[in-house]
């Protein structure tokens, strides 16, 4: 069965305290890595995706990186508005063109002023 | 321009109730999807529709039933609720195929007493 763990659970940083989050998969046929931000009382919001291992992408003050077995999402210099959830998604083909994610729990992030 | 709405927002009723959930997206995708986020914040796939059509229908009580009227809709209605059905429902969309990102709704929190 399809399994993404998160970990930590939660994290709590002060301003300017760079750090990472990591999301763990073990999916067969994986056709992307997804990472969304996920505010108190919102829907997700998107942040990344990431196809292929040693794939890197960045926004701002955070970078999301991919290997064969997890991905990261690192956070340099954060900002009290970076506090939110922060989920991690993989993506695979549930017959013909048609695809879904299976979400982990998620990490929630507190930046302390 | 809000892409992807639902409503209501807040959904109070009593065990044994039915009720609907709407969801409208302007975004002209192809695909909508139906997402449940316990109290774990654990948010979990019920249903996807591709131009009004079920593709995705994962382990769900036959209680809850999608409609798409039209491929811009997706309506959640919930037959006989049970206090295990509270939860916030989240509606999405996205272009059909692996490449493109889901946009998430503001979610309806129900609460069944």
């Known amino acids: 069965e399809d399994q993404v763990t998160q970990s930590p659970e939660a994290l709590r940083l002060q301003e300017g305290e760079s750090s990472s989050l990591n999301c763990s998969y073990t999916v067969s046929g994986l056709r992307g890595l997804f990472w969304y931000r996920q505010d108190p009382g919102k829907g997700p919001e998107f942040l990344f995706t990431l196809y292929s291992a040693g794939e890197e992408k960045e926004k701002e003050r955070l970078k999301a990186t991919l290997t064969k077995k997890e991905s990261f999402l690192h956070i340099t210099a954060p900002k009290p508005e970076d506090s939110a959830t922060y989920l991690c998604?993989?993506?695979?083909?549930?017959?013909?063109?048609?695809?879904?994610?299976?979400f982990g729990k998620g990490t929630l992030l507190t930046v302390n002023p | 321009d809000t892409a992807v709405s639902q409503t209501p927002k807040y959904l109070v009723t009593q065990m044994g109730n039915d009720k609907s959930i709407k969801c409208e997206q302007n975004l002209g995708h192809d695909t909508m999807y139906w997402y449940k986020q316990d109290s774990k914040k654990f948010l979990k796939i019920m249903f996807s529709?591709?131009?009004?059509?079920?593709?995705i229908n994962e382990t769900v009580p036959n209680r809850f039933s999608p409609k798409s009227p039209d491929k811009a809709h997706l309506n959640l209605h919930i037959n006989s609720l049970e206090l295990g059905d509270s939860a916030v429902y989240f509606c999405?969309?996205?272009?059909?195929?692996?490449?493109?990102?889901?946009?998430f709704g503001p979610g309806t929190r129900l609460t069944v007493l």
């Open positions: 999405a969309s996205s272009e059909q195929g692996s490449y493109n990102e889901q946009f």
């Open positions: 998604a993989t993506k695979k083909n549930s017959g013909g063109s048609n695809y879904k994610l299976t």
């Open positions: 529709y591709n131009n009004k059509e079920l593709i």
